[in-house]
């Protein structure tokens, strides 16, 4: 059985939080409409499935987007296309497991779909800094689940797959990750149960 050398985050949900209902309280829109709205056709369009696709950036999605609202939600969605990420809030307890493993020797990546903003963000984010590396959708123009893109990640950094370790929080991410010959563990919001799979997998931390 091969040893595990690295282990591969996710970044929404698993490094930084991702909650659309939360983006949109910070913008104090209260009406159900509009907040169904702006679900609907902001965070769950086609245009942001397009963005982390690499299909298009923020820039040509806006036009899109916009003339889907009244004129008085605009400046509120051209916001939140664009600041969502803004302030960052991390995963409590991650940067500290991150930390934990690089001291203990293993390379630390991340893989995850987004947009081109994400170069933008990410090193804002305080645990980006140990990281030995990252491969984004958007700048590969393929997405998880689907296959090639960790092969891919594997090709970049010259890593076997077998010794790297995949964490998400979407199931059927991990199990990509598994079918390509990863290891995979689905993340569910806790560093410290995160921490015990990890040690359970054969990870000295």
């Known amino acids: 059985m091969s040893t595990i050398r690295n282990v591969v985050f996710d970044m929404g949900n698993v490094m930084i939080h991702f909650d659309p209902e939360v983006f949109i309280d910070r913008e104090n829109i209260m009406d159900p409409d509009d907040r169904r709205l702006i679900m609907n056709e902001l965070f769950l369009s086609v245009e942001w499935a397009q963005m982390d696709a690499g ?92 296959w090639e893109i960790y092969q891919m990640f594997t090709d970049r950094f010259g890593l076997d797959p077998e010794e790297c370790m995949f964490i998400d929080d979407a199931p059927s991410n991990v199990a990509a990750a598994i079918a390509c010959g990863w290891k995979g563990i689905v993340f569910h919001g806790d560093a410290e149960e995160l921490r015990n799979k990890l040690r359970e997998a054969g990870i000295n931390i």
Request: hydrophobic letters at 45%.
């Open 55 to 146: 299909i298009l950036t923020e820039e040509t999605a806006e036009p899109l987007i916009m003339r889907r609202f009244p004129e008085r939600l605009q400046p509120v969605v051209r916001n939140l296309l664009y600041n969502w990420a803004i302030p960052r809030a991390e995963i409590d307890g991650m940067k500290e497991l991150v930390i934990e493993l690089k001291e203990a020797g293993y390379g630390v990546f991340l893989l995850s779909n987004a947009s081109v903003a994400q170069h933008r963000y990410w090193p804002l984010v305080p645990a980006s800094q140990y990281f030995d590396g990252k491969l984004i959708s958007c700048d590969v123009k393929v997405v998880k689940p689907m």
